[in-house]
T-cell receptor, first 113, second 113 residues
Framework: QKEVEQDPGPLSVPEGAIVSLNCTYS??????FMWYRQYSRKGPELLMY????GNKEDGRFTAQVDKSSKYISLFIRDSQPSDSATYLC?????????????FGKGTLLTVNP | DTEVTQTPKHLVMGMTNKKSLKCEQH?????MYWYKQKAKKPPELMFV???????INESVPSRFSPECPNSSLLNLHLHALQPEDSALYLC????????????FGQGTRLTVV
């Protein structure tokens, strides 16, 4: 079982739709959860960062972490064509010298005008 | 300023060439990373520097040689690469400890011919 599982899609939605992106993980030591957006041929851009369980909202984006289920989500409200990109979840944990980010495979999202 | 700057943006090199990739950040981060990303795959960690010392080498071939001259700069020296090394090379930075968000540069797209 991979440490982080993410459905690669592709996911295609009409403009204005609510988008739900998800990752599951197996390592209960993960405490820090990030969502990155990556446009084609560009570097990943940090969208949301959450520590432990709970919700975090930033504009049209909401990140949720459920540590009991080992499940994280990113919701995009009122999706726009400019949201079309690959969305990567990433996780890490503190302790010792471990600085590794563990990524999901990424979900390719297309928002159609 | 949450910017990580990478140069060059594109690089084409022959298998006998020596070249270097450069990365710079001015966020006061003391951990810097090199990742390699192939098309439609998530980033793969290559090296981690913490407080200017190499702390993680993910069994990367010696034709890749990292260097961290100071807390703001990170280089990746390339020599005798193979065509399969063609990829997007990403630099990232964060505070050490794996417990804070990591910011990525836009990457250098490397083609080995």
């Amino acid at each position: 079982q991979k440490e982080v599982e993410q459905d690669p899609g592709p996911l295609s939605v009409p403009e204005g739709a609510i988008v739900s992106l998800n990752c599951t993980y197996s390592n209960s030591a993960f405490q820090y959860f990030m969502w990155y957006r990556q446009y084609s041929r560009k570097g990943p851009e940090l969208l949301m960062y959450t520590y432990s369980s709970g919700n975090k909202e930033d504009g049209r984006f909401t990140a949720q972490v459920d540590k009991s289920s080992k499940y994280i989500s990113l919701f995009i409200r009122d999706s726009q064509p400019s949201d079309s990109a690959t969305y990567l979840c990433a996780m890490s944990y503190s302790g010792g010298s471990n600085y590794k980010l563990t990524f999901g495979k990424g979900t390719l999202l297309t928002v159609n005008p | 300023d949450t910017e990580v700057t990478q140069t060059p943006k594109h690089l084409v090199m022959g298998m006998t060439n020596k070249k270097s990739l450069k990365c710079e950040q001015h966020m006061g981060h003391r951990a810097m990373y090199w990742y390699k990303q192939k098309a439609k795959k998530p980033p793969e960690l290559m090296f981690v520097y913490s407080y200017e010392k190499l702390s993680i080498n993910e069994s990367v071939p010696s034709r890749f040689s990292p260097e961290c001259p100071n807390s703001s700069l990170l280089n990746l020296h390339l020599h005798a690469l193979q065509p399969e090394d063609s990829a997007l090379y990403l630099c990232a930075s964060s505070q050490p400890g794996g417990w804070t968000e990591a910011f990525f540069g836009q990457g250098t797209r490397l083609t080995v011919v």
